[in-house]
């Protein structure tokens, strides 16, 4: 059905232009990979299927969230422009958990979308060393083990040292809404074979399936009867360095937003809040057999953490009602997102459920809500470079490697394009560890772990997480970035000055006395903060900086208290986990544990831990409940600290 049809081609035409790296594909993990690749010196091209889509947010128009907040900062500080796009572009920003501790306070914008994709392309287009041109690849090439280049359709070969491959969800991607089905890789693009030729490789390909909510007309929307959710003020941004943001007086057609005295000013708009009722619930159920997802034609596992509407009323037939966000896609369209009915129900459901939603009376459909199945690669069949291990110079990022979301994506397609670039240099490879950054976890999971659902960055999958703030990525990551030549060297000058303000504070918060207490114990107490500081020490450095010195004051005891509670657990992974344990039996697990487990039927923790999925969190619980239950006899003094490294870590989270 894949094949590709009509075309024969008889002579194939070759790019004069040798590249150094060839990247195919313009989404997310694409630009980031591209902008890598070119940033540390490669000759670089983009292929894509269309130049329009470059940086399309397939799905939801917002950038960030938790755990993906602190992936985009992280990305932010090795020099990528995610961050910095989705600040000059964004309509609405908010810092999520602000009540809760710092490592798990989290940045996220609404983005005006085509601005987004605009302001993206421009960047892309204006970045040395890197060319894009329109084309669809269909087979990668492949010599003695080595990838040498591509073909394209139109019968062009292009020669290259390494090619990243970031097709996200085009791979034999077929769309369903109702009773119909076609080829694509998202609504009005078409899907890609390319698969057909990783498979003849000898690539293992899987099969997965996402889904997207209707976009309504705003005219049609009766606000006044939903809740209004606005952004902060003042907005938090993503870039460390957003303050050239609106300065440069030419190609900043599609930048929104501006950074002017000391101040980053945005136009914000709202967000709304609404509910499905009974009726709604009614109406879906109705109509399941219509459903391609419960009528059985949608075979690719779907997304455990984003499940669509038709799925959550029958997995939570108790819930009487589930909350919806109506998100803006822009500051010139009419278009809204509606956040929590994803869904692929036929279009005459859609629309009748839609009506039965208090505000949506009267609610027109922009674009019907679908589902899209598509092949991933399980990536297990990488290296932690993200180069394949089957296939020498041939590296995949982004939702073809299992992940779901614009931010996992991106990461990963900055890690392929460094290394992609640094292998062609002949310098050392680019690996963050996971105790120094999410985007270490995301790609250690991902590669040792594998994934068999989609896989999503959650704060809990992070063992280090209190030390993985998204407020101290640029301290964590700039000089790893900087030595790989991913950073310039203007960029790095501001960095160390800021070092050494931080330096400068930390030295005056130890060497400084208040009534004979170091500010550096005054700052571990709750209710002593920087506004306490007296007016000579505050004014000193920055209010940022000295915000900075007070957190890491703050949290240094738990953080410390951390690694040692995971030194301890990496200590147990021999510790033996009976035959036959019921898992429902440990309060506290959550359900995808309990399921995982109960399928794996692990013999050793060390073996839960390697476990798809499982977290650190999971480890911890059940290390414990076997102690508490003298399944593993160890003395109880171990029991006790076991309970308080628990109860340490829910309490920071
Ligand atoms: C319907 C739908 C619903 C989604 N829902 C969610 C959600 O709820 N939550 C969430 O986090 N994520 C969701 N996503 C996923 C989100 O869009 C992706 O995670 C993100 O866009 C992945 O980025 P990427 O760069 O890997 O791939 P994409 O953004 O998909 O980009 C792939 C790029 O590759 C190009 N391409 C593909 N094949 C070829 C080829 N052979 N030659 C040249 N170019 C090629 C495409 O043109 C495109 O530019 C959804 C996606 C879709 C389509």
């Known amino acids: ?94 810092m999520l958990n602000r009540a809760k501790g710092p490592s798990v306070r989290a940045p996220r914008a609404q983005c005006d ?78 899907s890609s074979t390319l698969s057909t030729s990783l498979l003849q490789l000898g690539f293992e390909v899987g099969r997965f399936k996402t889904g997207t909510p209707c976009r309504l007309d705003a005219r049609s929307v009766d606000f006044p009867q939903c809740q209004i959710q606005r952004g902060d003020d003042p907005p938090p941004p993503f870039a460390f360095y957003h303050d050239a943001i609106g300065i440069s007086s030419c190609n900043e057609i599609f930048t929104l937003n501006h950074y002017r005295d000391g101040k980053f000013h945005v136009e914000q708009l709202p967000c709304w809040i609404t509910h499905t009722t009974l009726r709604t619930h009614e109406i879906i159920r109705a109509n399941l057999h219509r459903s391609p997802l419960y009528g059985g034609r949608i075979k690719g596992t779907g997304p455990r953490y984003c499940p669509s509407i038709e799925d959550k009323i029958v997995k939570f037939s108790d819930k009487t009602s589930h909350q ?52 991933y690669l399980p990536p297990h069949q990488l290296s932690p470079t993200l180069e394949t ?16 979301g614009y931010e996992e994506a991106a990461a990963q397609g900055l890690i392929a394009g460094a290394n992609a670039a640094l292998k062609v240099q002949g310098r050392s490879p680019l690996v963050l560890d996971k105790g120094e950054a999410y985007i270490g976890v995301l790609i250690d999971d991902l590669v040792n772990k594998g994934t068999d659902e989609h896989y999503r960055m959650f704060t809990s999958r992070a063992e280090n997480r209190l030390f993985l703030r998204h ?26 000055k800021k070092i050494d303000l931080l330096d400068q504070a930390r030295q005056m918060a130890t ?41 890491d004051f703050k949290y240094e005891g738990y953080a410390a208290r951390q690694s040692e509670q995971n030194r301890r657990l990496e200590s147990r992974h021999q510790q033996a986990i009976p035959d036959g344990l019921d ?10 544990t309990r399921q995982k487990l109960a399928t794996a039927r692990p013999t050793s923790l060390g073996q839960v831990a390697r476990i798809s999925g499982i977290t650190p969190a999971d480890i911890l619980i059940i290390s414990i409940w076997l102690s508490k239950s003298n399944l593993t006899g160890r003395p109880s003094a171990q029991r006790e600290a076991d309970c308080m490294d628990l109860q340490c870590s829910r309490a920071r989270l």
């Not at 900062?73 to 020099?79: K, L, P, Q, S, V």
């Not at 591509?150 to 085009?170: E, K, N, P």
């Not at 279009?347 to 598509?374: H, K, N, T, W």
């Not at 990551?477 to 501001?494: D, K, N, V």
Request: glycine share 10%; with cysteine; net charge neutral.
């Open 389 to 404: 291990k089957l296939v020498s110079g041939l590296y995949l990022a982004g939702q073809v490697n299992g992940t779901s």
């Open 511 to 551: 060497g400084t006395k208040l009534r004979g207490t170091p500010i550096s114990q005054l700052f571990k107490r709750p209710d002593f903060g920087v506004k306490d500081l007296p007016a000579g020490t505050f004014s000193s450095v920055p209010t940022a900086v000295w915000e900075l010195i007070e957190t």
């Open 113 to 190: 979308k085509k601005a987004y994709q605009f302001r993206m392309k421009a960047i892309l287009e204006q970045t040395e060393n890197l060319d894009l041109k329109q084309a669809t690849v269909s087979e990668v090439l492949v010599d003695s083990g080595i990838a040498v280049g591509v073909d394209t359709d139109l019968g062009v070969r292009i020669a290259r040292r390494s090619v990243i491959v970031t097709s996200g969800t085009f791979l034999r991607g077929l769309l369903h809404v109702g009773e119909s089905s076609k080829r694509g890789g998202r609504m009005a693009d078409a």
């Open 1 to 94: 059905m894949f094949a590709t049809e009509l075309s024969v081609i008889t002579k194939m035409y070759t790019l004069p232009a040798e590249y150094d790296v060839i990247v195919v594909g313009s989404g997310h993990a694409g630009i980031e990979a591209a902008l890598a690749a070119s940033r540390i010196g490669c000759r670089t091209l983009m292929l894509t299927q269309n130049l329009d889509t470059i940086g399309q947010m397939s799905c939801n128009p917002a950038i960030g969230g938790p755990a993906k907040g602190h992936i985009v900062r992280e990305i932010d500080a090795m020099g990528g422009a995610m961050g910095l796009n989705a600040d000059a572009t964004g309509i609405q920003f908010r």
């Open 324 to 375: 919806l966000f109506l998100e803006p896609e822009g500051r010139h369209t009419s278009e809204y997102y509606v956040n929590g009915i994803s869904t692929s129900l036929p279009y005459d459901v859609q629309l009748e459920f839609l009506r039965s939603i208090p505000a949506l009376e009267r609610a027109e459909i922009m674009r019907p809500g679908y589902a899209v199945e598509y092949d």
């Open 583 to 592: 898992y429902n039996n440990i309060t506290g697990l959550r359900f995808e």
């Open 471 to 496: 407020d101290n990525a640029d301290q964590r990551l700039t000089p790893r970035a900087f030595s790989s030549g991913l950073i310039t060297h203007t960029r790095w000058a501001s960095f160390r």
